[in-house]
């Protein structure tokens, strides 16, 4: 009897988060699928005409590497960040860690708009660099891949600097004691003993920032300027523009499909398991 009372409890506490996975997601995600498959016909045509398009192709390939540019630049920005408050900022830790969870408070809509003040031809940056004589005309800073990355790099850190700072405060400062001691230097005691346990949570805000940046839309749609068409705005396009829903679902299933085969790809390499949920 008590066996059943724990395996209903169970149950009880599982079934609503399901329901609410079910309703909330897995439906919409099938009636993506549906129209897909049947707008407006029946049939594979979408996804014929989105292999045969050299605008989607070309939209794909700027994502994928806007998607890895804003990668590296969250990671080399993020560890850097992580090991100072890991290991320098002891008695500043809460006040670091709130810097860095700040810009959450704020709309990613209003932190893209700040970018377009700094990095416009009439902006912060332009104007400085002028007064300072360093340019004579303004620098051409938004409406490509420079000033969308940049501007992602912003929005994505915290989502690389979270998953390192928890795997890094859980490493014992005794190893790379116990390195120096033996006469290692701190550079090889950092590179061989330290960064190795550090790989679960640069690993954990790699995928993190990579398949989030994969489908993002505000910020590249305001600062590429039509420019720098990333998928997710090209899908926008499609459903809002040109009420084309069958390849915009297509689109839509395309980018769930990829963003799937990086996860398994990235199994083959990497525990994902231990990468996600090893906090120790």
């Not at 300027?225 to 084309?244: D, H, K, P």
């Amino acid at each position: 009897m008590p066996r059943v009372t724990e395996k209903f409890s169970y149950w009880m506490l599982v079934l609503p988060a399901l329901a609410i996975m079910v309703i909330f997601y897995i439906v919409p995600v099938l009636g993506i699928w549906k129209i897909a498959f049947t707008e407006p016909v029946t049939g594979f045509g979408n996804f014929e005409k989105m292999a045969a398009s050299s605008a989607v192709q070309t939209s794909f390939i700027i994502t994928f590497r806007v998607a890895a540019v804003t990668t590296v630049g969250c990671l080399l920005l993020g560890y850097i960040v992580a090991y100072a408050i890991s290991n320098y900022a002891s008695r500043l830790t809460p006040l670091m860690v709130a810097l860095v969870i700040l810009p959450f408070w704020v709309s990613v809509l209003i932190r893209s708009f700040s970018w377009i003040v700094l990095l416009g031809r009439s902006g912060i940056v332009n104007d400085a660099l002028r007064d300072a004589g360093l340019i004579d005309t303004p620098l051409k800073l938004m409406h490509n891949e420079f000033g969308v990355v940049i501007a992602m790099i912003h929005v994505m850190l915290p989502f690389a600097v979270l998953p390192m700072l928890t795997n890094m405060r859980g490493i014992s400062g005794a190893y790379v004691q116990a390195a120096r001691s033996l006469g290692a230097s701190e550079w090889y005691a950092f590179r061989n003993v330290y960064f190795p346990q550090t790989m679960p949570g640069v690993m954990s805000g790699a995928l993190l920032v990579f398949v989030l940046s994969l489908g993002f839309y505000v910020t590249p749609a305001l600062l590429g300027g039509g420019r720098v068409l990333m998928i997710s705005e090209y899908i926008t396009y499609q459903i809002q523009e040109f009420l084309n829903w069958g390849l915009g679902s297509a689109l839509s299933v395309a980018l769930l499909v990829a963003t799937a085969l990086v996860l398994l790809v990235a199994a083959r390499f990497v525990n994902l398991r231990a990468t996600l949920l090893d906090r120790k």
